[in-house]
């Protein structure tokens, strides 16, 4: 080629497939050079940043360990033969034990579209809510407090709020690590504005409580007690907002009663924190009307999760400070598409486009649009029980969708025992091999991040292309297509009868506007009429946009109008288990958290010489303490158990 011969490079927007802070990611293509990341600097939530894994994602773009052509039970097939066999396994299964005796258990890598029609297949035309995604493990907890508090699954806040705000309280969120770009962020903010203050709320010193003004090393579990010592507190300082609270919210009197039925002393030993702690935390909140509170997933993965969760909206609802700029309680997803997930209903307890699968006019609303010829009407199984009900045999087909259980669920020796059970497994995945692709009966080739069409939603319900800049390789295709394929061997060809991404998103912003009359908060009607330019084209918007709605308040709540019954938003009362608050029958209390440059079971990230330079072993932090009684040194393999389990890694 000669020197002077020009190339004309092409950039293409898209978005990371990673975290939950969904940024945007600008990919120039020049065919002379490789594939250049940058960030979009016209995306909302980075603005032209990226984290070390989002610069690393040109070197995940190679096909040596993909999944290139569909295979049964081992065997090189074709889509034709095995979508034919799925089809038949799926239908033989329920014709003799009924619809509940299938599952699929899905991800929220997956895409808005995707998600959209393995929903529609599972509630619609299987008639079972045995849809459920590793979602769950994330966010639950905040959907679930979301609905009690706000009688929708609302995210009332912004990341624009964490440059209004003047105290951000990170509880059980390691953003350093977690969510990179949120934690630039604030380093940002907290230069712009001097006096920021920034709380840390988290048993370990991690990266993120660097930054902190005050760092709270809660007892794991604590969280519930200490924000319900706060809500007493905020009375007894008299910083309620009782106009808020009289005009827009109810049960203020219950939570309260609950508050200041728990002692200091108790709040010390539940929470682990002293009183001079605890009054500086509680005094900086009373003091600051700006305040956000975010929270992820040391929030959300626990028992106590949902309570947890509304103990922190009701010290927001109590102080009015939700829906405003730089105020409010503030979830954050860890997965790339968790928010998608449930706008389409991805969860075993939802029904799509946030309506409620206990509602039966919701259930009408949605089988009336789908023409379905059924509707679930109970929940489905949760992630957690649908692996005990695979193992117990009463669940006999599982469809996994773009997640590895077998690493990333709790109880990885009963996932692998369940599968090894379970009469027939299909796993749609890009790689060729994973710990969970061990148990398939059927492997489906998916397509990856960068062959992919479809959108995705981040934690502050912004909706983002994320777009395809290679073709598909060899016999890869989209999930949608998959599952389509499937459908429409099951005879349901009209209702699945999908070309393109867009003719899905199309419907799916439908459907959130169908019958909609301000009753239910994920309108995206005005891109039911999308054209297929539209959407090939579509800028980064933050959710509500319906139809012929203008000026739309990007932000929730600032003046009520929540989706209970009555209009107002409700306090839950925590009760705080006290006489639980010390561990018992085990020696030491253990967290999980995430490494820095990986992402998930490492299936993508754990391939890339660079993001494995950080940590490049497992390992567990002790307390010094707690290394000095067992006899532990820094730098020592130890063997760590729980119950009959245990764990080989360096201290
Ligand atoms: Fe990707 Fe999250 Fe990093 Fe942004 S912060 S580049 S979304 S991993």
Same mark, same amino acid.
């Given at each position: ?41 016209? *995306? ?54 009924? @619809? ?33 995604? +590793? ?58 504005? @001097? ?104 929030? /959300? ?35 790339? /598409? ?25 259930? *009408? ?68 091999? +994973? ?22 939603? /981040? ?18 295709? @989209? ?64 959710? @509500? ?13 600032? /003046? ?24 018992? +029958? ?66």
């Amino acid at each position: 080629m000669s020197a002077n011969q020009k190339h004309l490079a092409t950039r293409i927007n898209t978005s990371c497939p990673y975290c939950g802070v969904g940024c945007g990611v600008s990919v120039e293509i020049d065919q002379a050079k490789p594939i250049k990341i940058s960030g979009d600097k016209s *995306h909302p939530a980075n603005a032209g940043k990226l984290c070390s894994k989002g610069l690393a994602l040109a070197e995940t773009l190679r096909l040596t360990d993909r999944l290139l052509h569909p295979s049964i039970e081992g065997n090189p097939s074709d889509w034709e033969t095995s979508t034919q066999l799925i089809a038949n396994k799926l239908q033989q299964t329920i014709s003799t034990y009924g @619809p509940d005796a299938v599952a699929f258990y899905v991800s929220g890598q997956l895409l808005t579209e995707d998600y959209y029609v393995a929903n529609k297949l599972m509630k619609g035309y299987v008639g079972s809510a045995n849809i459920d995604t +590793n979602s769950r493990l994330c966010m639950a907890s905040s959907v679930a407090g979301h609905k009690r508090a706000f009688g929708s699954d609302t995210v009332p806040g912004q990341y624009s709020d964490i440059e209004h705000a003047d105290l951000l309280v990170l509880v059980g969120s390691n953003l350093a690590w977690c969510h990179p770009i949120l934690q630039q962020r604030i380093t940002n903010a907290k230069i712009q504005n @001097p006096n920021l203050k920034v709380v840390v709320i988290d048993p370990r010193r991690t990266a993120t409580a660097e930054l902190a003004d005050l760092h709270l090393a809660v007892k794991p579990g604590g969280d519930a007690a200490l924000f319900t010592g706060l809500l007493a507190h905020l009375a007894d300082e008299e910083v309620v907002d009782y106009d808020y609270v009289e005009q827009h919210t109810s049960g203020i009197e219950d939570a309260l009663i609950s508050a200041f039925s728990l002692s200091f002393a108790e709040l010390e030993l539940a929470s682990g924190l002293d009183k001079n702690t605890l009054n500086n935390f509680y005094h900086l909140f009373a003091k600051t009307p700006k305040t956000v509170t975010v929270y992820s997933q040391g929030v /959300n993965q626990s028992v106590i999760g949902t309570d947890t969760v509304n103990s922190i909206i009701n010290c927001h609802l109590a102080t009015g400070r939700i829906g405003v700029p730089g105020m409010g309680p503030f979830s954050v997803t860890g997965q790339p /598409n968790a928010m998608g997930g449930r706008e389409v209903g991805g969860l075993s307890n939802m029904l799509a486009a946030h309506m409620d699968l206990h509602n039966a006019e919701h259930r *009408h609303t949605v089988q009336e649009f789908w023409q379905s010829p059924a509707i679930a009407d109970k929940p489905g199984l949760k992630a957690v029980d649908l692996f005990q009900a695979v193992y117990d045999g009463k669940v006999k087909f599982i469809w996994i969708m773009a997640t590895n259980p077998v690493v990333s669920m709790p109880d990885a020796n009963l996932v692998k025992a369940a599968l090894d059970r379970c009469p027939f497994v299909v796993v749609s995945d890009v790689v060729a091999n +994973n710990e969970t692709m061990a148990f398939a009966n059927v492997k489906l080739p998916a397509a990856a991040w960068g062959e992919k069409n479809g959108t995705v939603t /981040n934690s502050e319900r912004c909706i983002s292309r994320q777009r395809a800049f290679r073709a598909l390789p060899a016999q890869v295709k @989209p999930d949608w297509w998959a599952i389509s394929a499937v459908a429409k061997k099951l005879g349901y060809v009209k209702a699945f009868d999908y070309h393109n991404a867009a003719e899905i998103f199309r419907e799916h912003a439908a459907l959130s506007a169908y019958k909609n009359t301000d009753t239910r908060d994920f309108d995206i009607g005005a891109c039911a009429s999308f054209t297929n330019d539209d959407y090939d084209n579509l800028i980064p918007f933050t959710w @509500p946009r319906p139809k012929g709605g203008k000026n739309i308040e990007s932000r929730f709540f600032a /003046n009520g109008n929540f989706y209970t019954a009555n209009k107002r938003a409700q306090f839950i009362p925590i009760h705080v288990a006290t006489a639980n608050a010390q561990p018992n +029958n085990y020696l030491l209390m253990a967290n999980t958290g995430r490494l820095r440059d990986q992402w998930h079971t490492m299936t993508r990230t754990g391939r890339i010489a660079t993001l494995s330079a950080h940590s490049t072993e497992p390992s567990i932090e002790l307390n010094l303490s707690d290394a000095e009684d067992n006899g532990i040194v820094h730098g020592d393999i130890v063997r760590a158990y729980v119950g009959h389990t245990s764990i080989l890694v360096r201290a």
